[in-house]
C-alpha cells in the first residue's frame, strides 16, 4: 500500500488555519479565565449576601424578643424560612449561645447542635468561613445576637458551594455559547478574507511564493532591455536596471509620476497613452529607444507594462546600410552607363575611328577623376570622402547636383577619437538625404555641402554646412523640424521625420548644435558645429592638426 505525501498548503490556507487555531486559543484561554473570574467573585459576593442577611436577622427587635421567649423556635423557625426564600441563602440558623438549634431548613436539625465555630461571634465578632454541615460544603457568615453588651444569641447564614458552583457553571455556559458564535463568526471572516487572498496569490503557498520573487528579481536584473511599470495613476510602480539606464533616471523613482522623469515630451505622451503602443521609435537626449506598452487591466485600469529597448546602434548601422545600398545602386547605374560607352568606343574603332574612340573615353575617365580629386582635396577624411561620393552620384541619379563648396578643408586624422565617423555618417548622410529630398524637382536642383574646421571662442569646432535649392523651411516649423515624427511630405514605408532628429540627437550627444536658415538664393541651409575636444600631440612629438590649428589662430 502507498501513501501519498500531502503537498504543502497554499498560503491562503495556511493562514486560516492559522488564523483559526489563532481564534481558538483566544476563545479557551478567555473562556478559562472568566471561569476562574466568574468563581472567585461567586465566592466574594455569596460571602457578602450571608454576611448581611446574618447582620440584618441578628439586628432584627423581633429576633431579640423571641430569643427571650420560653420557645424561641416557635417564632423564629417560620421567620427564618420566610427570610430564607426573599434572600435566596440556603439556611439561616438561629442559636443560643451554646450553639443549640433554634431554626434550620431542616425541622428535625432544630435542637441539635451547630456545625461550625462561634468563639468569635461569642466574642462579639462577625466573621466567615467555608465549612461542611449537615447541608455539605459551604460558604457562611456567624455574627451575634446582642442585648447590650451580653451575647444572647448567633445568626449563620450561608450558601452552599454546590450553589455557587451551579451559578457559575450557568455563566459559564452562557460565555461559551458567546465564545463559539464568535469562534464561528470569526472563522467565517478568515474564510472569506483568505478566499480572496486565495484568488489573489492563485493557490500558491509560501514557498512558492518566496520563489517566484527570487527568480522575479533576478530576471528584472538579468534582463538588459528596459522594463517599466505604471499603477493606475502613472506613479512608477516598478522599474529593472535597464530601464533605468535607458531612461537616464537615477534614484528611487518608485512612486513618482513618470511625467516628472523629465524624460522628452514625445516619450512620456507615449507613456501616458491609454491605448497600446507597439515598435514607435522615440528619441531621448543620447539613444534611439523602440518602444511596446500594454495594459494592466481586470475590470478597471490597473496600470501599464512599457518595454524598451535601445535600438541606437542599429539605428546607425541602417543609416550606413542605406548609404552602402545608394552606392550599390549608384554602382549598377554607373556600370550600366559604363557598358554603353563600351559599346561606343567598340562600334568607333570598329568604323576605323580609332582616334575618337580614345578622346571618348578619356574624356569620361578625366570627368570621373575630376569629380574624386575635388571631393578627395576637400576632404581628405576617407570615411566622409566616400560618403560624399556615394552621395554625389545618387543625387545625380534623382537628378539633383551635389557639389562641395570651396571653402570646405578638413584633413584625414584632424578628427579626435571621441568624434567616430559613424555619428558623423548620420549627421552629414541624414543632412544631404534631406536636402536632396527638398532640391529634387526644383528648376536648378542642386545641394551645397561644406566641411571645415575653425576656432571659436579659443576652442576648435567642426562645422558641416549642407543647403539645397528647394522650397526652404517655413519660420514657423524652424524648431518642429527636429522633431520625431514631423515631415511636409507624405509618409513612407518606413515613416518619415526621425532623420533630423536623430542628426540633433547625435549633435547634442557630441555637445554640439544644430541649426536651420534660408541659404543664398533661397532654400533651406542647416548647420552643424561639433567642439573637437583637443587629442594632444601625435606620434613623435609633432602637435596634431587641431592642436596646430588652435595655435595658429586661424581656421583650418
Known amino acids: 500500500m502507498r501513501f501519498s505525501v500531502p503537498g504543502p498548503r497554499s498560503l491562503a490556507g495556511q493562514l486560516f488555519a492559522m488564523q483559526a487555531v489563532l481564534i481558538a486559543v483566544v476563545v479557551a484561554g478567555y473562556a478559562l479565565f472568566s471561569y476562574v473570574s466568574d468563581r472567585s467573585q461567586a465566592e466574594e459576593a455569596a460571602t457578602r449576601q450571608a454576611r448581611a442577611v446574618a447582620r440584618s436577622v441578628a439586628d432584627s427587635p423581633s429576633v431579640l424578643a423571641a430569643s427571650r421567649a420560653a420557645d424561641p423556635s416557635a417564632e423564629l423557625q417560620p421567620y427564618a424560612l420566610k427570610v430564607m426564600r426573599d434572600t435566596e441563602v440556603d439556611f439561616i440558623t438561629i442559636m443560643d449561645p451554646r450553639g443549640i438549634r433554634w431554626t434550620h431548613p431542616d425541622p428535625d436539625q432544630i435542637g ?8 468569635k461571634a461569642l466574642r462579639g465578632e462577625t466573621f466567615t468561613e467555608t465549612y461542611t454541615g449537615t447541608l455539605g460544603p459551604s460558604v457562611r457568615a456567624v455574627t ?46 478568515t474564510y472569506v478574507i483568505n478566499a480572496r487572498l486565495r484568488r489573489h496569490t492563485h493557490g500558491m503557498n509560501a514557498a512558492e511564493l518566496s520563489r517566484m520573487h527570487d527568480y522575479h528579481q ?54 501616458l497613452a491609454s491605448e497600446p503602443r507597439v515598435d514607435e521609435v522615440h528619441l531621448t ?77 578619356t574624356a569620361e575617365l578625366e570627368l570621373a577623376q575630376a569629380l574624386t580629386d575635388q571631393v578627395v582635396a576637400a576632404v581628405s577624411e576617407p570615411v566622409l570622402a566616400a560618403l560624399l561620393l556615394g552621395k554625389t552620384a545618387q543625387a545625380n541619379e534623382r537628378g539633383v547636383e551635389l557639389m562641395v563648396s570651396e ?21 552629414l548622410g541624414n543632412l544631404i538625404d534631406n536636402a536632396v529630398d527638398a532640391a529634387q524637382g526644383s528648376v536648378r536642383a542642386r545641394v551645397t555641402v561644406a566641411a571645415y574646421t575653425r576656432i571659436s571662442d579659443d576652442l576648435p569646432e567642426l562645422v558641416l554646412r549642407v543647403s539645397d535649392t528647394g522650397p526652404g523651411v517655413n519660420p514657423e516649423h ?45 532654400g533651406a541651409e542647416f548647420e552643424v ?22 595655435g595658429a589662430g586661424g581656421d583650418a
Open 112 to 119: 441539635q447542635t451547630f456545625q461550625g465555630h462561634t468563639e
Open 285 to 361: 537626449a543620447s539613444r534611439v529607444l523602440v518602444i511596446n506598452t500594454s495594459q494592466v487591466s481586470g475590470g478597471e485600469r490597473r496600470g501599464t507594462v512599457a518595454t524598451l529597448r535601445d535600438v541606437t546602434e542599429l539605428q546607425s548601422l541602417m543609416g550606413e546600410l542605406d548609404s552602402e545600398r545608394g552606392f550599390t545602386l549608384a554602382l549598377r547605374s554607373q556600370a550600366h552607363e559604363a557598358a554603353n560607352r563600351l559599346h561606343t568606343v567598340v562600334s568607333l574603332i570598329e568604323l576605323g575611328r580609332a582616334e575618337e574612340a580614345v578622346e571618348f573615353a
Open 478 to 522: 524652424a524648431e518642429a523640424v527636429f522633431q520625431r515624427g514631423f515631415s511636409t511630405k507624405p509618409a513612407g514605408p518606413g515613416g518619415r521625420g526621425l532623420g533630423l532628429a536623430l542628426v540633433r540627437q547625435t549633435s547634442q550627444r557630441h555637445g554640439g548644435s544644430l541649426t536651420v536658415a534660408e541659404a543664398d538664393g533661397g
Open 529 to 550: 558645429r561639433l567642439p573637437l575636444r583637443e587629442p594632444g600631440t601625435a606620434a613623435g612629438g609633432v602637435p596634431s592638426p587641431v592642436a596646430a590649428a588652435r
Open 144 to 189: 451575634p445576637i446582642q442585648d447590650g453588651p451580653r451575647v444572647v444569641g448567633m445568626v449563620s447564614a450561608g450558601i452552599r458551594v454546590e450553589e455557587i458552583t451551579q451559578r457559575v457553571q450557568d455563566q459559564l455556559t452562557a460565555l461559551l455559547g458567546v465564545a463559539a458564535g464568535a469562534l464561528v463568526l470569526g472563522a467565517v471572516g
Open 218 to 271: 533576478a530576471a528584472l536584473h538579468a534582463v538588459r532591455e528596459g522594463l517599466l511599470m505604471l499603477d493606475g495613476q502613472y506613479r512608477v510602480a516598478l522599474i529593472n536596471d535597464g530601464g533605468r539606464e535607458l531612461l537616464g533616471v537615477a534614484g528611487d523613482v518608485v512612486g513618482r509620476s513618470v511625467a516628472e522623469l523629465g524624460l522628452p515630451a514625445p516619450l512620456t505622451g507615449a507613456l
Open 407 to 427: 571653402d570646405s578643408s578638413l584633413d584625414d586624422g584632424l578628427l579626435p577619437e571621441t568624434l567616430p565617423a559613424r555619428d558623423l555618417v548620420t549627421i
